[in-house]
C-alpha cells in the first residue's frame, strides 16, 4: 500500500457521535467508490486475524455498527458503514457503504402533508427525521440550500387548456411522507433530486482533534460542480487509451416522447436533428409528463444523447502536474484530450460523476459524462 494511504477503524451506535476503534488497520486491496448524487462504497479485506481487532475472542468488526474512515495524506476520501463482513478461511472481507446512502431502505414512520414546498426543505426533513429516531443518528449535517421549485398543492382535479391548444388533466394534491406511502427514503431523496433538479454529495473532513470528523451533505441546484483548468491526456496522466464509444444501436436523429393519456388523447412531443445520416428514430414513454411541452423538453434532452458523436465514458488517472489529486471533485468539469488515432485528436469536456480510488495502487479510475 501506498504511504500515504490508511484505513482507520470506528463505531457508530447511532447517537450523532463516531468514536475510533483502532488506527490504521492493515486492509488490503482497498477500493474506495464515490457517487454523484449517491453513496459510496468500500471493499477490501482483512488477513488474517488482527490480535488488537478482537476482545473476547470476538472481532471488534460489526455489520451497521462498524466504520472504515480512508485517507489519503491525512485527508478523508470515504466514510463507509460497514454493512457485510464475511470470512472464508480467516480471510474478512469487508463490504462498506457511505452515509448518503443510510436513508435507502428506511421508512419514514411519522407523516407529513405539505403544500408548496421546496423539494430540498423535504431532504432535510427527511434526514431529520431518520436522524431524530433511536439509534439513527450519525452526526450528518445538511446543507442549507434552497430552490425555486415547489411541490403538493390543495387536493383537487385540474384541467385546462394551454395557449398553444394542449389539454391537460391530472390530480393534484399535497406532497405527502408517511408510513403507509414512504417505504424507501433513500429513494424518495433521488426523486426528489430528479424532479427539482439537484445533485448532493457527502462531504467529510477532520475534526482539530482527528479523534473525530464532520459529515456534511451538500446540495446544489440544478447541478454541483464547475468548469476546472484540469486537463487529463491520455499517455501523460490518463495511464491507458480508454475505449471511446461510437454505439451505433443506440444512435437516432428522431425522438418521440410519450407521455400521459391513453391512445390518441396521449401526450407527445418530438424532437429532430438534420444530419448527414439514415434517418433513425426511437421512442420514449415518461406518463409523469402531463403536457406537450414536456414530452418535447425531454425528448430534445434524449435527443443529445443518441447522436452518436465519440464518447469517453470512463477514464484511469495518476497524480500529475496537469491534473492533482484533490483539485477537483464529483460534478466538476474537466478537459479529456485523445491524440491522434482512428478518430483523430479528441477534445472532450466531460463531467466527472464517480472516483474509484485503487488504494494500493494510488490510482483513481473516473467515470464521465460528456457536456
Same mark, same amino acid.
Given at each position: 500500500m501506498? +504511504?500515504?494511504?490508511?484505513? =482507520?477503524?470506528?463505531?457508530?451506535? #447511532?447517537?450523532?457521535q463516531?468514536?475510533p %476503534?483502532?488506527?490504521?488497520i492493515?486492509?488490503?486491496?482497498a477500493?474506495?467508490?464515490?457517487?454523484?448524487?449517491?453513496?459510496?462504497?468500500?471493499?477490501?479485506?482483512? *488477513?488474517?486475524e !488482527?490480535?488488537?481487532?478482537? &476482545?473476547?475472542g470476538?472481532?471488534?468488526?460489526a455489520?451497521?455498527?462498524?466504520? !472504515? %474512515?480512508?485517507?489519503?495524506? #491525512?485527508? !478523508?476520501?470515504? %466514510?463507509?458503514?460497514?454493512?457485510?463482513s464475511?470470512v472464508?478461511?480467516?480471510v474478512?472481507?469487508?463490504d #462498506?457503504?457511505g452515509?448518503?446512502?443510510?436513508?435507502?431502505?428506511?421508512?419514514?414512520?411519522d407523516e407529513?402533508k405539505g403544500? &408548496?414546498?421546496?423539494?430540498?426543505?423535504?431532504?432535510?426533513?427527511?434526514?431529520? =427525521?431518520? *436522524?431524530?429516531?433511536? *439509534?439513527?443518528?450519525?452526526?450528518v449535517a445538511v446543507?442549507?440550500?434552497?430552490?425555486?421549485a415547489t411541490?403538493?398543492t390543495?387536493?383537487?382535479d385540474?384541467?385546462?387548456?394551454?395557449?398553444e391548444?394542449?389539454?391537460?388533466e391530472?390530480e393534484a #394534491?399535497?406532497?405527502?411522507?408517511a408510513?403507509w406511502?414512504?417505504?424507501d427514503?433513500?429513494?424518495?431523496i433521488?426523486?426528489l433530486?430528479?424532479?427539482?433538479?439537484?445533485?448532493?454529495?457527502?462531504?467529510?473532513?477532520?475534526?482539530?482533534?482527528?479523534?473525530?470528523?464532520t459529515?456534511f451533505? +451538500?446540495?446544489?441546484t440544478?447541478?454541483i460542480?464547475v468548469?476546472?483548468?484540469?486537463?487529463f491526456?491520455?499517455g501523460?496522466?490518463?495511464?491507458?487509451?480508454?475505449?471511446?464509444d461510437?454505439?451505433?444501436?443506440?444512435?437516432a436523429?428522431?425522438?418521440?416522447?410519450?407521455?400521459?393519456?391513453?391512445?390518441?388523447?396521449?401526450?407527445?412531443?418530438?424532437?429532430?436533428?438534420?444530419?448527414d445520416?439514415l434517418?433513425?428514430?426511437?421512442?420514449?414513454?415518461?406518463?409523469s409528463k402531463?403536457s406537450?411541452?414536456?414530452?418535447?423538453k425531454?425528448?430534445?434532452?434524449?435527443?443529445?444523447? &443518441?447522436?452518436?458523436?465519440?464518447?469517453?465514458?470512463?477514464?484511469?488517472?495518476?497524480?500529475h502536474g496537469?491534473?492533482?489529486?484533490?483539485?477537483?471533485?464529483?460534478?466538476?468539469e474537466v478537459?479529456?484530450? !485523445?491524440?491522434?488515432?482512428?478518430?483523430? &485528436?479528441?477534445?472532450?469536456?466531460?463531467?466527472i460523476?464517480?472516483?474509484?480510488?485503487?488504494?494500493?495502487?494510488? *490510482?483513481m479510475?473516473l467515470?464521465?459524462?460528456?457536456?
Amino acid at each position: 500500500m501506498k +504511504r500515504g494511504w490508511k484505513h =482507520h477503524l470506528f463505531q457508530a451506535v #447511532g447517537d450523532g457521535q463516531i468514536t475510533p %476503534v483502532a488506527w490504521d488497520i492493515p486492509i488490503t486491496g482497498a477500493t474506495v467508490t464515490r457517487d454523484l448524487s449517491g453513496p459510496s462504497v468500500f471493499g477490501g479485506s482483512l *488477513q488474517p486475524e !488482527i490480535p488488537r481487532l478482537m &476482545r473476547d475472542g470476538e472481532t471488534l468488526i460489526a455489520n451497521w455498527k462498524s466504520v !472504515i %474512515v480512508s485517507e489519503r495524506d #491525512g485527508v !478523508i476520501q470515504g %466514510v463507509s458503514i460497514v454493512r457485510d463482513s464475511p470470512v472464508d478461511e480467516q480471510v474478512m472481507t469487508i463490504d #462498506g457503504i457511505g452515509f448518503a446512502g443510510y436513508p435507502t431502505g428506511l421508512p419514514f414512520v411519522d407523516e407529513f402533508k405539505g403544500i &408548496r414546498v421546496d423539494p430540498i426543505d423535504m431532504v432535510r426533513k427527511i434526514w431529520d =427525521h431518520l *436522524q431524530s429516531r433511536p *439509534q439513527g443518528d450519525l452526526g450528518v449535517a445538511v446543507d442549507d440550500t434552497t430552490s425555486s421549485a415547489t411541490i403538493g398543492t390543495e387536493e383537487r382535479d385540474v384541467s385546462f387548456e394551454t395557449s398553444e391548444g394542449e389539454s391537460v388533466e391530472f390530480e393534484a #394534491g399535497p406532497y405527502v411522507l408517511a408510513w403507509w406511502k414512504t417505504d424507501d427514503c433513500g429513494k424518495e431523496i433521488d426523486d426528489l433530486a430528479e424532479y427539482t433538479p439537484f445533485d448532493y454529495r457527502m462531504e467529510h473532513a477532520w475534526a482539530d482533534d482527528r479523534n473525530s470528523f464532520t459529515s456534511f451533505l +451538500r446540495i446544489g441546484t440544478p447541478k454541483i460542480g464547475v468548469r476546472r483548468k484540469a486537463r487529463f491526456v491520455v499517455g501523460v496522466n490518463v495511464i491507458s487509451h480508454p475505449n471511446i464509444d461510437r454505439a451505433g444501436e443506440d444512435y437516432a436523429n428522431e425522438v418521440l416522447c410519450l407521455g400521459s393519456g391513453e391512445s390518441s388523447k396521449m401526450r407527445k412531443g418530438t424532437a429532430t436533428r438534420v444530419t448527414d445520416r439514415l434517418r433513425r428514430a426511437v421512442v420514449i414513454a415518461d406518463k409523469s409528463k402531463r403536457s406537450n411541452s414536456a414530452a418535447e423538453k425531454l425528448a430534445a434532452s434524449e435527443l443529445k444523447y &443518441r447522436m452518436g458523436d465519440p464518447d469517453i465514458t470512463e477514464i484511469t488517472v495518476i497524480d500529475h502536474g496537469l491534473a492533482r489529486f484533490g483539485t477537483w471533485e464529483l460534478g466538476d468539469e474537466v478537459l479529456v484530450t !485523445i491524440p491522434a488515432g482512428w478518430l483523430g &485528436r479528441q477534445d472532450m469536456w466531460c463531467r466527472i460523476v464517480t472516483e474509484r480510488w485503487d488504494c494500493d495502487k494510488d *490510482q483513481m479510475s473516473l467515470t464521465l459524462q460528456k457536456v
